[in-house]
């Protein structure tokens, strides 16, 4: 295998804004993936257990996949958490601890766009149904931009917020954007994070940095053939051959000079 696809999710709703249509995966394509996920043999893992089978510790299913949900959005709880307790499948939700119960203002200035995201009682219903909750920090920020103390903040505070009100250890993170250096990378693991995610494209190869783990974006466009390419690749046909394309182009470039 060449690696664990971790998927990255955002909006699973009937409908979105057009800023964030990219971002937005309708119900039934939701639910065709993970449908197909589940015909194929495909088990979701915790990031405990995957950092557990790293460390030689535990087995990893035969054809592992990480389910992940960025932001919080209490769309993903309508939408999503039904199908993947139909199909006997867990996820991980990374919440932005500052918001819960609130909206995605971080989302505002970017996009000109906001939504609903879960409470806290919402996080815990979650929870006691075999999901995950983890820390997204406290209000979005690109943590790179900040200085050492504020980034300390965002991913202390977060976690400790996290650690009241779900009453367990936390020592999950996704990056704000994907947004990471070795400064910040540093600072998370002295905050006790053992897993952080990216937006870096990659299935997650048993050599992955813990702390800057690739994932598998999953797009509002992406057809099932995208999907299922995605699982294997972490990109779609089309990216492929654009990639190709380009290979090719820089070599008969190079060729010619
Ligand atoms: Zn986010």
């Not at 203002?105 to 996009?111: D, H, N, P, S």
Request: charged residues 20%; glycine residues 6%.
């Amino acid at each position: 295998m060449t690696g664990v696809p971790i998927l990255m999710y955002h909006q699973v709703a009937p409908d979105t804004a057009p800023a964030f249509r990219k971002y937005c995966v309708t119900p039934a394509a939701f639910r065709s993936q993970i449908r197909w996920l589940s015909r194929t043999g495909y088990s979701a893992i915790d990031l405990d257990t995957l950092l557990e089978a790293r460390a030689g510790l535990a087995a990893l299913p035969p054809r592992p996949v990480v389910i992940t949900f960025d932001d919080g959005f209490q769309d993903c709880v309508d939408y999503a958490v039904p199908v993947l307790l139909e199909y006997g499948m867990t996820a991980i939700m990374y919440l932005v601890t500052g918001l819960v119960g609130h909206v995605s203002t971080w989302l505002q200035a970017e996009r000109g766009v906001q939504f609903p995201l879960m409470d806290w009682a919402t996080a815990r219903r979650l929870e006691a149904a075999g999901f995950r909750c983890e820390s997204h920090a406290v209000s979005h920020p690109r943590l790179p931009e900040l200085g050492i103390e504020a980034c300390r903040r965002e991913l202390a505070d977060s976690r400790t917020a996290l650690e009241e009100q779900l009453s367990r250890p936390i020592t999950h993170l996704a990056y704000p954007f994907g947004s990471v250096d070795d400064q910040v990378r540093l600072v998370a693991a002295e905050c006790g994070y053992r897993s952080a995610c990216t937006t870096r494209i990659g299935l997650s190869p048993a050599g992955d940095d813990p702390l800057a783990l690739q994932r598998v974006p999953i797009t509002g466009s992406d057809s099932l053939l995208d999907f299922a390419v995605r699982l294997r690749t972490a990109h779609t046909p089309a990216e492929l051959v654009t990639g190709k394309v380009a290979a090719a182009a820089a070599l008969l470039r190079w060729r010619a000079q």
